[in-house]
């Protein structure tokens, strides 16, 4: 079974570029999510998709980022503009749909795509 | 609302030795809790999780956690450390209710030879 894949591995942008991340998730998962690590802190719960659907977005820091997953596939997240402070590492991270009290669901996450803005 | 504080953003311990990577959650509902390792340039990955069974709960590599709602604690021990230990180990809180998960800081374990 292949993993999470994402696409690229690091990425390095000048301030005020735009950038958009890619992740393929495992087949058949209807949860998608999308993390953010910066600068050795915690990771930071942006987004959660179930299908194509934003189940919830609350993480998700202004609206220079911009996530979709049409056809409740692979999903993309755009920075545009990017910021300084938007460094850091994106992680990308799907799960199976155990129904509503899923809580328990083990995610299985991606490599990461590390996100460099001078 | 949830979240992990993990304490210690680095542990060096010698091999053969205790490994105790320390984790106190916050969540007003009966929590799930995970631990994931990440290795250098790959994805995290679980190590074991608890889910109001058995509080004590065994995971892969020797690694083992044991839940305590008294002191709304969830370390992560192993009782020998190996080279190939060293990696950076993230907390998770999760619920019934949501299937979100909150991660913590990251502790990166060093294992000197």
């Known amino acids: 079974e292949a993993g999470v894949t994402q696409f690229p591995s690091h990425s390095v942008i000048e301030k005020g570029q735009t950038v958009t991340l890619r992740c393929d998730p495992i087949?058949?998962?209807?949860?998608l999510y999308w993390y953010r690590r910066v600068m050795g802190k915690e990771i930071k719960f942006l987004l959660h998709f179930v299908k194509e659907s934003k189940q919830d977005e609350s993480g998700m820091p202004n609206n220079r980022f911009l996530a979709e997953r049409t056809g409740g596939t692979y999903s993309t997240l755009k920075v545009q503009p990017a910021e300084l402070e938007d460094s850091g590492v994106y992680f990308c991270?799907?799960?199976?749909?155990?129904?509503?009290?899923?809580?328990?669901?083990?995610?299985?996450f991606g490599a990461g795509s590390r996100l460099t803005v001078l | 609302a949830q979240s992990v504080t993990q304490l210690g953003s680095h542990v060096s311990v010698s091999e053969g030795a205790l490994v105790l990577l320390r984790c106190n959650y916050s969540s007003s509902v009966p929590p799930y809790l995970f631990w994931y390792v990440q290795y250098p340039n790959q994805g995290l990955q679980l190590l074991l999780k608890y889910t109001s069974a058995a509080t004590l709960v065994k995971g892969i590599n020797g690694f083992e956690a044991e839940f305590k709602k008294s002191e709304t604690s969830f370390h992560l021990t192993k009782p020998s450390a190996h080279m190939s230990d060293a990696a950076e180990y993230f907390c998770a809180v999760s619920d019934w209710e949501s299937d979100d998960m909150r991660f913590g800081a990251g502790t990166r374990l060093t294992v000197k030879p």
């Open positions: 087949s058949g998962h209807d949860n």
């Open positions: 991270a799907s799960s199976q749909d155990l129904g509503a009290h899923s809580g328990a669901n083990v995610l299985t």
